[in-house]
């Protein structure tokens, strides 16, 4: 990302913190320099820090509610749309799905049928919509766009562009090196939970390099 010092990962520190889905083994995180290593889930994402899960169906969305509900899946009890003694604002969520769907192109046959009955297209779309709403800073995206047609393959692919673009930190974990190529500023290669070499996006060769070093990793573990 442009935003170099947005999202950086310090040496290890010692120390164990359950953050999310996964555990940190050692170091911490930190956010423009707030320290986000033992902060909750609900915590980083007000600070901007967001997730773009490639568990669509498992993960992403809850596939029995409504796509106005899956697209404020994560400010339940949140202003604008919970009010007090925890009453839902109708009004308020069914217009931010329609102002949703219609920015990211999003094909539901209304903001109130059940996520789950979307194409996979769709529902990367809803997550798109909701991760990258409401002044995020730092989006990790893994796999965003694995299973899905060429029209909303160059959908992700500008909505990562246009996020970066803005200023904002895009952390790409993808198994398809020409999707890297295409997107990253810089592609780190990783061995063993440590990354063995870099390579500069806009550089020669580049997926040639990253092959190369993929290589040498394999070769000595």
Known sequence: ???KSALSALAASGGRYHNGSERLLGGRLSVDGIDVTSRTVKQRQRIGVRY???DRLGEGIVGSLSVALNLVLKRIGESPFWGRFGRMDRAAVRA????QI?????HPASEQVRAGTLSGGNIQKILLARELSHEPRVVVFRNPTSGLDLKTVAHVHDAIRDFAGAGGAALLISTDL????????RIAVLSGGRVVGEVAGDGDRVAERVGALMADAGETR
Do not use: N, W
């Open 52 to 54: 773009v899960t490639d």
């Open 1 to 3: 990302s442009p935003r």
């Open 178 to 185: 020409d999707e890297l190529v295409q997107l990253s500023h």
């Open 102 to 106: 219609a920015a990211y192109d999003i």
């Open 96 to 99: 931010e799905a329609r102002a």
